[in-house]
């Protein structure tokens, strides 16, 4: 995405290519602006095909009033230090995520958000120059696009703002510009809130209402987290805490969803697509601390009919030799425990 141009020579040392700090989260965050990073995410994704079987998604976004704060392992979601190194934000509304810490953000108006919808028309025009098999819109996490969404950041009071349908109207605009844009074999998802554990948010109706229209314009799976949207929010956090929403959505509105938030053991995921409480799931955390997540849990359940990269199949063989070691072992000493008859 482009189309940011910094006024202020305080911001210059940041920019390549035009760069839209505006859309950007933190520094850390990556982008798919200009051809040197095309460039880059097509190696990515060619070695990703080359080596194996598996697909890669691309997911675009834009930070709103979420944005210039500090990178995830600092103080998270606060501006950045230096205010001098901040830049300007936008959102549904000018309200600031921190009060009295946050800039305020300007409210998008008709010509930005017409400039914003091209941009992620280009962004998605290059995704599939570089080979991405799948997209996702980001409008989650009071991010710009869920800013519009939710009642507790949208205060507008023209066609944009006041109900659901109004509220939509924006990121629906966007995702169809994108869905036209992108070839109608490759899915396409959206990532949406489905609560902002916050009194006055989103309501279930509203949700609903979101996912149906983002279906009827071509959305094939919703990706549901939730929370994120204002600082004050109250989560039940538990395990597997969100994969009630993506039930609600997948059984009562009828669209394919993906399961994220606290799922972190294989049998889990196992429970969540076996009671259809959702199509898919996804995992964060769980990578980051095990890169071969999926591989263990192959070998566990002695899955062999996964993809494996010539390099690595005989770690994957030994692995699938141990779990079944292993499981044979649990079952006898389960037999052990069995209490007898009689007895």
Known sequence: MNGFEI???????????????????????TGLWNDVQERQSRGIVDFVHAHSATKICMQLGHAGRKGSTQLGWEEAEYPRADPQDNWPLYSASSIPYFEAVSAVPAELGHSAMERIKNDFVRAVRRAERAGFDMLELHCAHGYLFASF????????????????????????????????????????????????????????????????????????????SS???????????????????AESI???????????GAITEPA?????????RADLVALGRPHLV????????????????????????????QALREAERTRQKQMELQRKAKPRHGS
Not at 250 to 260: D, E, G, L, Q, S
Request: charged fraction near 20%.
């Open 7 to 29: 006024l202020d020579p305080r911001f210059a040392h940041y920019v390549l290519d035009n760069a839209p700090l505006e859309e950007l989260a933190t520094l850390g965050c």
């Open 149 to 224: 969404l939710s009642p507790l950041t949208n205060r507008r009071i023209d066609e944009y703002g006041g109900s659901i349908a109004n509220r939509l109207r924006y990121p629906l605009d966007v995702f169809q510009a994108m869905r036209k844009a992108w070839p109608a074999s490759k899915p396409m998802s959206v990532r949406i809130s489905a609560s902002d554990w916050t009194p006055g948010g989103i309501t279930e109706d509203d949700v609903l209402a979101t996912v149906r229209a983002f279906g009827e314009a071509g959305c094939d799976l919703v990706s549901t």
């Open 227 to 245: 929370g994120q949207t204002v600082p004050e929010q109250k989560p039940d956090y538990g395990r597997m805490y969100q994969v009630q929403f």
């Open 250 to 260: 997948r059984n009562v509105a009828r669209i394919k969803t993906m399961a994220v």
């Open 268 to 276: 889990q995921i196992n429970t969540i697509i076996a009671c259809r």
């Open 290 to 317: 095990d890169p071969y997540f999926a591989r263990h849990a192959a070998a566990w359940y002695g899955v062999k009919s996964q993809s494996t990269p010539v390099q690595y199949l005989p770690g994957m063989a």
